[in-house]
Antibody
Framework: QVQLQESGPGLVKPSETLSLTCTVS?????????WGWIRQPPGKGLEWIGS???????YYNPSLKSRVTISVDTSKNQFSLKLSSVTAADTAVYYC??????????WGQGTLVTVSS | EIVMTQSPATLSVSPGERATLSCRASQSVSSNLAWYQQKPGQAPRLLIY???TRATGIPARFSGSGSGTEFTLTISSLQSEDFAVYYC??????????FGQGTKLEIK
């Protein structure tokens, strides 16, 4: 069974960089699929951030592209998200998920990241 | 960017009855449309992909239909565990993949 788990700081200061890692178990990232990040501000809907292939190929939401970096570490079966210059508008639950041709079939439980000084 | 619009925002239905949720795309997404269910405090769960194919383990009471710009999710006989928020998502023209704003299905 494919399982994903997000980890990282729950509090980030404005203007700093948000960093999260997703650890995948039950499936080797190197075997295929894209792997993505999606976020959900409190009480609001879902926003796709970006996805990465095991080779390192990425695609990002144009609305966030200038601030987002997604990377992969196949040796640890992990992929990571960095979002720079954060503001309160970046406060959200951040999910990692397996990107199956643009749809998402396995999700992590999500982690709340609050941007506040 | 393709805009996905769901209606209604909230739907009140009694257990055992049928629920019909709608999703409209601002331009054609062919059949590249997924539906997700999200319960409070949980991650979304993939229900339907390809507009009408149920994901693994999804009960037969969930069905999807439509193509192009108009889509429907139908839950034939509502169970207590079905009351949740439902999102549609297009994956035809990406980036970006885009989600609708959600429909909250509540107990009447």
């Amino acid at each position: 069974q494919v399982q994903l788990q997000e980890s990282g700081p729950g509090l980030v200061k404005p203007s700093e960089t948000l960093s999260l890692t997703c650890t995948v178990s039950g499936y080797s990232i190197s075997s295929g699929y894209y792997w993505g990040w999606i976020r959900q501000p409190p009480g609001k809907g879902l926003e796709w951030i970006g996805s990465i292939y095991h080779s390192g190929s990425t695609y990002y939401n144009p609305s966030l592209k200038s601030r987002v970096t997604i990377s992969v570490d196949t040796s640890k079966n992990q992929f990571s998200l960095k979002l720079s210059s954060v503001t309160a508008a970046d406060t959200a639950v951040y999910y990692c998920a397996r990107d199956w041709g643009g749809k998402f079939d396995y999700w992590g439980q999500g982690t709340l990241v609050t941007v506040s000084s | 960017e393709i805009v996905m619009t769901q209606s209604p925002a909230t739907l009140s239905v009694s257990p055992g009855e049928r629920a019909t949720l709608s999703c409209r795309a601002s331009q054609s997404v062919s059949s590249n449309l997924a539906w997700y269910q999200q319960k409070p405090g949980q991650a979304p769960r993939l229900l339907i992909y390809g507009a009408s194919t149920r994901a693994t383990g999804i009960p037969a009471r969930f069905s999807g239909s439509g193509s192009g710009t108009e889509f429907t999710l139908t839950i034939s006989s509502l169970q207590s565990e079905d009351f949740a928020v439902y999102y549609c998502q297009q994956y035809n023209n990406w980036p970006p993949n885009t989600f609708g704003q959600g429909t909250k299905l509540e107990i009447k």
